[in-house]
């Protein structure tokens, strides 16, 4: 089997998986339990919630909440702030839903939801932005990797402008597809919010975490047991935290040799199929104004669906997609490539293939060749056809 959908959901790492079954085998107790058993994995979580702020720079200086998933995490950041009717919020339809979502329930409140400029590369046009921005704006909401395109966004710097200009305007930023994987610091705390995912970077499922900046309101969505410093009641899961955080120690610790390894596997699998694939487009690409993730590997293979290509790379045991993960049921003319400034004749021939640090060359070149058959194979069946 090949699997190429790491954007989607990654293999645990082995150390993580270790970690998880010692936890799950030894360390069952309730964190919350008065006795020497649970108060003893309470002080561990609390040991895992420091590596999380020290390994960005920001003790003393953010809070780290342990959430079940990236969708909770930004539910509860985009769900907590006040506003007035007629405040402006920034979001751009190129966003995960879990993103738009939360902010459209707002916008039934009376928030008005604008749409933050991306140039034709998909990356954020400040010029644009900061020419028209609104005096109202009270949030600016963005992910540092699109999951679909692999752009990378110049948080930093951005939140900083903002900052400048208004300075207490939020800035949530969803680092789901980045985090342990590509640097990002929070040390200028011009980030008011932070989301980050677990089995994203090779963790299990079922934990995340949210960056708070310590000045910055933050309100629960789950009310009960005053877990989490009373932002997030439910019973904390010992073995998953453990594991989350061994797999963010295994990204941090190799981050760049593991982000030269997979760069190198995209750059050979890209050259590939543009010498093998006549018309293959890549509509996002490195250059001077736009750095693209290595770990995710957007083009187009036009007049072929992209279902169709799925369906028969599928019986080789290969595995990618065509959308994320969470946009996959969405019908009908696609808003998010439509934000990327994807032709809308290419819609449905978009894939997507995305990489973990377990991928090998050998993969990439054994998905080029059966992805060009496939292709072959169609292209004959479409001529005969006509």
């Known amino acids: 089997m090949i699997y190429f959908d790491n954007a989607a959901s990654q293999k645990i790492r082995k150390e993580a998986l270790i970690t998880l079954n010692e936890g799950l085998k030894n360390c069952f107790a309730n964190p919350s339990a008065k006795h020497k058993f649970g108060q003893s994995l309470l002080k561990k979580i609390e040991d895992h919630r420091n590596y999380f702020t020290k390994v960005v720079k920001v003790k003393g200086l953010y809070n780290f909440v342990f959430t079940s998933s990236a969708t909770e995490s930004n539910n509860m950041a985009l769900l907590s702030f006040d506003f007035k ?59 540092h990797v699109n999951n679909q395109s692999g752009v990378i966004q110049p948080v930093e710097e951005f939140s900083q402008r903002l900052k400048q200009i208004k300075s207490k305007a939020k800035v949530h930023i969803d680092a789901t597809q980045s985090f342990s994987k590509l640097s990002i610091s929070l040390m200028n705390q011009c980030i008011d919010y932070m989301t980050v995912s677990s089995h994203k970077l090779g963790g299990p499922k079922g934990i995340a975490g949210i960056y708070v900046k310590k000045d910055v309101a933050i309100k629960p969505l789950l009310y009960g047991g005053g877990q989490e410093k009373n932002l997030r009641s439910s019973t904390q899961s010992f073995p998953l935290i453990s594991s989350f955080t061994r797999a963010v ?14 760069q190198d596997i995209n750059n050979k699998i890209r050259q590939s ?113 006509r």
């Open 249 to 262: 120690q295994e990204g941090i610790d190799s981050l760049e040799f593991e982000y030269k390894k997979v």
């Open 85 to 143: 009717a007629g405040d402006v919020a920034y979001i751009s339809s190129s966003e995960h839903p879990s993103l738009i979502a939360p902010l459209k329930v707002c916008e039934e409140r009376g928030l008005v939801i604008k749409e933050l400029p991306l140039d034709e590369n998909g990356i954020l046009d400040q010029e644009s932005f900061f020419n028209n921005l609104d005096p109202k704006t009270i949030l600016v909401a963005i992910s």
């Open 273 to 385: 199929l543009e010498k093998s694939i006549t018309g293959v487009l890549f509509p996002f690409s490195n250059t001077d104004k736009c750095n693209v993730s290595p770990y995710i590997l957007t083009f187009v293979v036009p007049n072929i669906s992209s279902d169709i290509i799925l369906r028969h790379m599928e019986q080789e045991e290969i595995y990618l997609s065509s959308t994320s993960a969470c946009s996959s049921k969405i019908k009908g003319e696609n808003t998010v490539f439509n934000s990327l400034s994807i032709d809308k004749q290419f819609h449905k021939n978009v894939l997507r293939i995305s990489f973990s640090n377990e991928t090998t060359l050998e993969e990439g070149k054994t998905f080029c060749e059966k992805l060009k058959t496939c292709i072959d194979d169609m292209s004959f069946l479409l001529t005969k056809r």
